[in-house]
T-cell receptor, first 113, second 115 residues
Framework: DADVTQTPRNRITKTGKRIMLECSQTKGHDRMYWYRQDPGLGLRLIYYSFDVKDINKGEISDGYSVSRQAQAKFSLSLESAIPNQTALYFC????????????FGPGTRLTVT | AQTVTQSQPEMSVQEAETVTLSCTYDTSESDYYLFWYKQPPSRQMILVIRQEAYKQQNATENRFSVNFQKAAKSFSLKISDSQLGDAAMYFCAFLPWNTGNQFYFGTGTSLTVIP
């Protein structure tokens, strides 16, 4: 089974709709991250969390919110989706006590029409 | 501010040949990690190789090796004996040691392997 899972894998939604992307991990890592990937722009950090009570904005947090429900779960919400939020979204985890490597989920392809 | 630059949006290589992907970064940090990630068509991000800035020896992982030049802030990836399965998008990433919280990614290089 995958260590980092994301649901849904693909989603098409309409402008103005609220949508939640979910991430779960079984790696036992405290640190979790949300990125978006756009062609030609690489991956950009949206939010990150070092533990359940620690949430931080990343480079491009406007229009997004997050919830860290438990150590293993980190959700990303788009309160009112807009077309320029169409992108590939990745969740990642890390444990700096072991390695600074980030472990990525399979990604969610989100299309806002 | 930290920036990572991959100046080659696309590269191609003949199967069994060697290719080098370039990456430069800009930082005032002295301690950091550098990474190369591979993203095949499945879109899964896979770690290829990592380098700690304090280590002078270049990292190697089987057919993958890096040329790390700290003074020049350069971190290139060499793929030897290229295989069809190496075709993917490759991302260079930088992680400053002091903060340890945010990866900075380059814009990626799309590698095509020609049979």
């Amino acid at each position: 089974d995958a260590d980092v899972t994301q649901t849904p894998r693909n989603r098409i939604t309409k402008t103005g709709k609220r949508i939640m992307l979910e991430c779960s991990q079984t790696k036992g890592h405290d640190r979790m991250y949300w990125y978006r990937q756009d062609p030609g722009l690489g991956l950009r950090l949206i939010y990150y969390s070092f533990d359940v009570k620690d949430i931080n904005k990343g480079e491009i947090s406007d229009g997004y919110s997050v919830s860290r429900q438990a150590q293993a779960k980190f959700s990303l919400s788009l309160e009112s989706a807009i077309p320029n939020q169409t992108a590939l979204y990745f969740c990642a985890t890390s444990d700096p006590q072991v390695s600074y490597e980030q472990y990525f989920g399979p990604g969610t392809r989100l299309t806002v029409t | 501010a930290q920036t990572v630059t991959q100046s080659q949006p696309e590269m191609s290589v003949q199967e069994a040949e060697t290719v080098t992907l370039s990456c430069t970064y800009d930082t005032s940090e002295s301690d950091y990690y550098l990474f190369w990630y591979k993203q095949p068509p499945s879109r899964q991000m896979i770690l290829v190789i990592r380098q700690e800035a304090y280590k002078q020896q270049n990292a190697t992982e089987n057919r993958f090796s890096v040329n790390f030049q700290k003074a020049a802030k350069s971190f290139s990836l060499k793929i030897s004996d290229s295989q069809l399965g190496d075709a993917a998008m490759y991302f260079c990433a930088f992680l400053p040691w002091n903060t340890g919280n945010q990866f900075y990614f380059g814009t990626g290089t799309s590698l095509t392997v020609i049979p």
